[in-house]
């Protein structure tokens, strides 16, 4: 199942590229090839590097500090023919097969950083705050008492069981769908500002759900949002893995043995 999911998502990717003009030169696919095998066609030239002598002065040397082993090109060559016979003979792969499982990765970059650029910046969010109980029973009394004019972060710092925030009056900040469990996520955003929830079941015990605020185009905090480009590719992919578009595909005639090459 893992081989099937690895080859549609490199078929996705080489459609997708397509679509947005993504290429990859035969001198790309080569270059990726060499940095795979650990071959450096100009590898920098030795620096001088300073040394203490014994009088405790430093000077230069021409001796550069030891350095891994450079991979001369005959050592590549027979590197990457002994991988490409065992592929073949393992896989049944051609070369122009073997040098394509190199290709997909180069679009697989090109592809992650054209829909990095594209991730939101902003997306609705809620400020909310929560007094958490265990029965439904206790959570009806809360309410009461909020109706009866309570104020409802001295209620939370006495009743509430989330001891992550209850301190802070049942605070939770700021947050976006799917941060939250599905039951308390679809509560909180189809609140008004400044409204009270009635008793919303959860894993967790019952809450009472108040909206301070809602922005339609909060902005992201750095950590979220590099998360969010850093997975753009994945998340991409794991919408379109099995779309009707991927089933038409892969039910039909047109699916590859493996990724063909494209360069």
Do not use: C
Not at 13 to 20: F, I, M, N, P, W
Not at 151 to 160: C, G, H, I, M, T
């Amino acid at each position: 199942m893992a081989v099937l999911d690895s080859m549609i998502d490199d078929e996705l990717v080489r459609q997708e590229a397509r679509k947005e003009g993504i290429t990859v030169t035969p001198e790309e696919v080569q270059a990726e090839i060499e940095k795979a095998f650990g071959f450096e066609r100009n590898p920098p030239t030795p620096t001088p590097t300073a040394v203490v002598t014994e009088t405790a002065t430093v000077t230069e040397t021409a001796t550069p500090a030891p350095t891994p082993t450079v991979m001369t090109e005959a050592q590549f060559q027979s590197a990457y023919t002994r991988q490409r016979d065992y592929v073949q003979q393992q896989f049944g792969f051609t070369e122009q097969e073997f040098r394509a499982l190199f290709e997909v990765q180069l679009l697989r970059d090109k592809l992650q950083a054209v829909l990095a650029e594209r991730v939101p910046t902003t997306e609705e969010q809620v400020h909310a705050r929560h007094i958490l109980v265990e029965t439904e029973e206790e959570a009806k009394k809360v309410i009461e008492r909020l109706k009866a004019g309570e104020d409802f972060a001295a209620l939370a710092k006495e009743l509430s069981k989330d001891d992550s925030n209850k301190d802070n009056g049942g605070d939770l900040g700021w947050f976006g769908r799917g941060v939250m469990v599905t039951e308390f996520e679809n509560a909180a955003f189809a609140l008004a500002p400044g409204t009270i929830s009635d008793p919303v079941k959860t894993d967790y015990g019952y809450h009472i759900i108040q909206v301070l605020e809602k922005d339609a185009n909060h902005p992201l905090d750095e950590a979220t949002l590099s998360q969010r480009k850093s997975n753009a590719l994945k998340d991409w992919l794991s919408t379109q893995r099995y779309s009707d578009r991927v089933k038409r595909y892969w039910s039909s005639d047109k699916k590859p043995r493996v990724a063909e090459t494209t360069s």
